[in-house]
């Protein structure tokens, strides 16, 4: 097991006082923080590498391709997936998701289809499909929630019927951090020929994700969310499905041949990779993946859920204070929801805040989610590796105070 003190120690951020308090950061599933090995990475690209990649033949242009395709090849290990030619760079989860509702979706979906989705979507694996099942006059259909947040699968074969293209789910929820269980569904996919998609944005600095091991056909996630630069992301598929998905985006890198008024193009990857990408945070994305190997799955997982259990039993003594999400921390992990009667949660984070406790209030891009619990919005603690229970009684403190001010 880690210690979350020393790893503190690698995150500089961590080190700054907030409103002359010490920071604590429980924002993480927004996005986390950045060790220093990721920030050197991004500087030493950029003193040691700058160049625009598969383009040049001098030297710094190769080494900076070198480079981006090392990412590459990382992350497809990270993944298990078969060939790193089948990891594009998008600008995050929700562009690779916004890719394969486009590509995917424009040739592989038509009237009278069905996408399925969960309850538990954040809106970046639910507004894209909304959005296909229109142009395409086909249907949406969204597998419920039980009251703590699972998925309820009484009525899996009804949903699971007619012409189902895809089941689009996520990993983990960005509320409440519970678990869906993708094996489960995976295995009723493929009994009816629909393909999988899992959105592992939330997940992967939790629990990873082994494709291969899933047999899922396309996986989303962002770099941000796991120690990495903001604006780089993955969209991880199976080759013959890549190979058949036209085009996203024009222009140049993604091209064979260009004539007057024709062109061809280029090879998968880089037919989804038009333009200079972000090549500094792709970079640097590396070294936040060799950040995370660092760890074992094993221990981040016993971390989220001895957080998880001591934060709730904590949370638990405030009067008027609804906890939203499953009890049992082996089923979720990672993020706390909660709500106190009379008090909105922005006036909570913002009390919070002054204490120097960074937490997300608001309905955290899932608003049907919301709808569900018969709430508008929730204050949410979401943990990483360099939390502690010390970060979790900072809170607690903090939330005295709310309950202080408001007179509850
Ligand atoms: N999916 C989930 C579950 C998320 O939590 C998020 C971000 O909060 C996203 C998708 C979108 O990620 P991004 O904003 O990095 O594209």
């Known amino acids: 097991m880690f210690n979350s003190k020393i790893i503190q120690k690698d995150f500089p951020i961590l080190q700054n006082m907030l409103n002359g308090k010490r920071l604590v950061y429980l924002d993480n599933a927004s996005t986390t923080q950045k060790p220093q090995v990721v920030i050197d990475a991004i500087s030493g690209y950029y003193s040691t590498l700058n160049s625009n990649i598969h383009r040049g033949v001098h030297t710094l242009s190769e080494r900076a391709t070198d480079a981006y395709e090392n990412t590459r090849t990382k992350v497809a290990q990270f993944i298990h997936a078969e060939e790193s030619s089948e990891i594009i760079f998008t600008r995050g989860a929700t562009e690779a998701i916004n890719l394969v509702a486009s590509s995917w979706g424009e040739t592989n979906v038509n009237e009278g289809d069905v996408i399925i989705v969960t309850a538990l979507e954040h809106h970046s694996n639910l507004v894209p499909w909304q959005q296909l099942v229109k142009r395409k006059k086909a249907e949406l259909r969204i597998i419920p929630i039980t009251d703590d947040g699972f998925l309820d699968l009484n009525n899996l074969d009804t949903l699971l019927s007619g012409s189902v293209k895809l089941l689009a789910i996520t990993q983990m929820s960005n509320v409440l951090g519970v678990q869906t269980p993708i094996k ?225």
């Open 184 to 408: 489960l569904l995976v295995q009723k996919a493929q009994e009816i020929g629909a393909k999988v998609l899992v959105d592992a944005a939330q997940g992967m600095a939790h629990l990873g994700l082994n494709v291969k091991e899933l047999n899922i056909d396309f996986a989303a996630f962002s770099s941000h969310k796991m120690f990495g630069p903001t604006g780089v992301g993955v969209l991880w598929a199976r080759k013959d499905i890549l190979e058949a998905m036209p085009p996203y985006q024009f222009g140049g890198d993604m091209v064979k041949e260009v004539f007057p008024f024709e062109a061809t193009w280029n090879d998968v990857p880089w037919k989804f990779e038009a333009g200079t990408p972000n090549i500094s945070g792709v970079v640097a994305f590396g070294a936040a993946i060799e950040y995370l190997e660092s760890f074992s799955f094993a221990d981040i997982q016993e971390h989220d859920q001895k957080l998880y259990a001591y934060a709730r039993t904590q949370l638990r003594e405030f009067p008027k204070l609804k906890l939203l999400g499953p009890e049992d921390p082996a089923k979720a992990g990672g993020a706390v929801s909660f709500v106190v009667d009379g008090v909105h949660p922005h006036d909570i984070g913002s009390i919070l805040n002054d204490s120097g406790v960074a937490v997300r209030t608001g309905h955290h891009c899932a608003q049907p989610l919301m709808q569900r619990l018969q709430v508008q919005a929730t204050v949410r603690a979401s943990f990483s590796i360099y939390n502690d229970e010390d970060d979790v009684d900072a809170l607690i403190g903090a939330l005295k105070n709310v309950y202080e001010i408001f007179k509850i």
